[in-house]
């Protein structure tokens, strides 16, 4: 059974650093094409970024040069490291694979105030 | 950079037959794969259709989706409503490697 386990989301004030983890079972993180999206609250979903299996990785204008996404090839994770946060990337953080299908996380809840 | 629109709500009774669609603003609807994602307040987004018209296992054959390329738009039906139905539904596509989403359609089962 595949499963995606978020950790890592918090409270953290405006200019700080946090670092999201997503924990897979059931098939292997490296193999697959992985996505970081993201809804604040009460909004729609919003894409954030994505790894592909190859190592290439693309990031959404509202947050390229401050987050980095990467994985650990044995532990199976998917991190993104986000670094000078902003009051407007308070959302839930959701992990995905993608393989035709999607499947998703349950979401980890940043929020970035002071 | 393109854009998909959808409408913001939609609703429809029981048993019903109720499509929503999703325009792209530039570009072929049929350059790129549509997906579609259900969610459920409280709850993940879960696919119900991807590669435009494919269900993933598990999602009932009352789900479909579709292109129109002369309205350069995705469709996504479900017929046979059951008020389980009643959620936000994202229909998604790609711009080179980044994915666009369309701002949601909220379906009310009433």
């Known amino acids: 059974e595949v499963q995606l386990v978020e950790s890592g989301g918090g409270l953290v004030q405006p200019g700080g650093s946090l670092r999201l983890s997503c924990a897979a079972s059931?098939?292997?993180?490296?193999?697959?094409?992985m996505s970081w999206v993201r809804q604040a609250p009460g909004k729609g979903l919003e894409w954030v970024s994505v790894i592909y299996s190859g190592g290439s990785t693309y990031y959404a204008d509202s947050v390229k040069g401050r987050f980095t996404i990467s994985r650990h090839n044995s532990k199976n994770t998917l991190y993104l490291q986000m670094n000078s946060l902003r009051a407007e990337d308070t959302a839930v953080y959701y992990c995905a694979r993608v393989y035709g299908a999607t499947d998703w996380g349950q979401g980890t809840l940043v929020t970035v105030s002071s | 950079n393109f854009m998909l629109t959808q409408p913001h709500s939609v609703s429809e009774s029981p048993g019903k037959t109720v499509t929503i669609s999703c325009t792209r603003s530039s570009g072929s609807i049929a350059s790129n794969y549509v997906q579609w994602y259900q969610q459920r307040p409280g709850s993940s987004p879960t696919t119900v259709i991807y590669?435009?018209?494919?269900?993933p296992s598990g999602v009932p054959d009352r789900f479909s989706g579709s292109i129109d390329s002369s309205s350069n738009s995705a469709s996504l039906t479900i017929s046979g409503l059951k008020t389980e139905d009643e959620a936000d539904y994202y229909c998604q596509s790609y711009d080179s490697s980044n994915w666009v989403f369309g701002g949601g359609t909220k379906l009310t089962v009433l």
């Open positions: 590669e435009d018209n494919q269900r």
């Open positions: 059931g098939f292997t993180v490296s193999s697959n094409y």
